[in-house]
């Protein structure tokens, strides 16, 4: 079955502190995605970062960066150079490939509440 | 372009009542998905729609069912409401079945009382 573990349930920086977002899933299959989310107030899911299994190789985008590491298991999202706007539920999934005919199930992790104080 | 619209934004109903709650689809996308999320919690998955039937469906029970129509629009019923039905009810949308990344609209806040 898969799982996705997020422990940090809440985090506050001050702003220009850099974060990172810890992220730990579990699966079976070798074909997978990890997916990073945003959620502001409004409650619209907002899409950050994917990856597929894979690919392993970390990048940044702008101020986002992840560091994806199947030996542990572990896909964790760091924010640069963090900003107020930046507050927000971050919340980590994965998509499992379903017998080849839909990646469409996303499992969540239980999210962890961003405060980036001014 | 518009993106992932549900309708209504919120809605309050009685114990026992049945409600529907509806999603159209971000434009070029034939598939939709449904997701709960309980307050302070992750969207768990309810089900998806892909060429109007069922594809997948998550841990729910059968007072949860869905129907997708020929313009590929969605809707979600549940029967027998429940207190613990009150959640957020998202939909996502992606372009074809295999796609992995979802949009999601913002939701409809669903209170039982």
Avoid: M
């Amino acid at each position: 079955a898969q799982k996705v573990t997020q422990a940090q349930t809440e985090i506050s920086v001050v702003e220009k502190e850099d974060v990172t977002l810890d992220c730990v899933y579990e699966t079976r299959d070798t074909t997978y995605y990890l997916f990073w989310y945003k959620q502001p107030p409004s409650g619209e899911l907002v899409f950050l970062i994917r990856r597929n299994s894979f690919d392993e190789q970390n990048e940044i985008s702008g101020r986002y960066s992840w560091n994806f590491q199947k030996s542990t298991s572990s896909f964790n999202f760091t924010i640069t150079a963090s900003q107020v706007v930046d507050s927000a539920v971050y919340f980590c999934a994965l998509s499992e490939e379903a017998g080849g005919t839909s990646y469409g199930k996303l499992t969540f992790g239980q999210g962890t509440i961003l405060t980036v104080h001014p | 372009d518009a993106g992932v619209t549900q309708s209504p934004t919120h809605l309050i109903k009685t114990r026992g009542q049945q409600v529907t709650l509806r999603c159209s689809p971000k434009s070029g996308h034939d598939t939709v998905s449904w997701y709960q999320q309980a307050l302070g919690q992750g969207p768990q998955f309810i089900f998806q729609y892909y060429e109007e039937e069922e594809r997948q469906r998550g841990n729910f029970p059968d007072r949860f069912s869905g129907h997708q129509f020929p313009n590929y629009s969605s809707e979600l019923n549940v029967n027998a409401l429940l207190l613990g039905d009150s959640a957020l009810y998202l939909c996502a949308s992606s372009e074809t079945e295999l796609d992995t990344e979802a949009f999601f609209g913002q939701g409809t806040r669903l209170t039982v009382v």
